[in-house]
């Protein structure tokens, strides 16, 4: 049987009116999740290339494409039969009107929830269509998922590899404004983000998904083992446990 994707508000619940967000004004809600890609593509043997990874406890899932860093593709549909998740990717404009996008090559992170019924604790394969891009990726299982798709997120922050040295953080807060890396350092089975902190900067009063991509580099970091990622203002203080 075919499982069809709730709207993504169903997924991450309903946020009290009375929430209080520091240095944020009131707002209307997020329709879709914001991303923060990273600066700068570095080397890419193809542009075409679709990667992901799961997050929230495998509650949701990354995709990541590559392109224009202010034009950050967001998810259209997805449906599930048994571990096959197809997913559908548009443009942010999502009615083909024009809009200017940047011409730099960075990688995008574009966050959905996994359809009721999928298992995180299987092997999970995404077919993503984008466009004319049409790819599968393998997501590994993480036996240590205990978020059951389809059910409302604890709102905490996760993380997960999505190429060497490459990793999409999920955190929550005001879909207007998204964390900023200001710097970022690792090595070994650590590695410590710092975001830049604006106190006059006005958000909006929502509780939205919010994709920031950081890349280490490959050989910098070992991705293979246990990882400890620590985060550093944006109101964001606090660790991560990449699996």
Not at 69 to 78: F, H, K, L, N, R
């Amino acid at each position: 049987m075919t499982l069809a994707l709730r709207p993504l508000a169903s997924v991450i619940g309903l946020v009290a009116a009375a929430l209080l967000v520091a240095g944020c004004t009131s707002g209307p809600g997020a329709q879709t999740p914001t991303s923060s890609p990273a600066p700068s593509a570095g080397g890419v043997d193809d542009q075409n290339d679709v990667e992901g990874t799961l997050l929230d406890d495998g509650r949701m899932f990354a995709v990541v494409t590559w392109g224009s860093s202010t034009c950050v593709p967001q998810v259209d549909t997805v449906e599930a039969q048994g571990q096959t998740v197809t997913v559908t990717l548009v443009d942010p404009d999502g009615d083909g009107a024009e809009k200017a996008c940047t011409a730099d090559l960075a990688p995008r992170a574009s966050i959905g929830a996994l359809p009721e019924g999928v298992d995180p604790t299987a092997d999970i394969t995404l077919n993503v269509s984008y466009g004319d891009i049409t790819d599968d990726v393998d997501l590994d299982a993480d036996p240590a998922a205990t978020g059951t798709p389809g059910t409302s997120t604890e709102y905490l922050p996760s993380a997960g590899w999505f190429d060497d040295g490459g990793l999409v953080l999920l955190t929550w807060g005001s879909s207007s404004c998204p964390p900023v890396v200001d710097s970022l350092e690792g090595s070994g089975n650590a590695g410590t983000a710092t975001f830049a902190t604006d106190a006059d900067q006005a958000c909006t009063m929502d509780m939205a998904p919010r994709a920031t991509i950081l890349s280490f580099g490959e050989d910098t970091v070992d991705d293979d083992a246990p990882f400890t990622l620590t985060l550093v203002g944006g109101a964001l203080d606090g660790t991560v446990e990449v699996r």
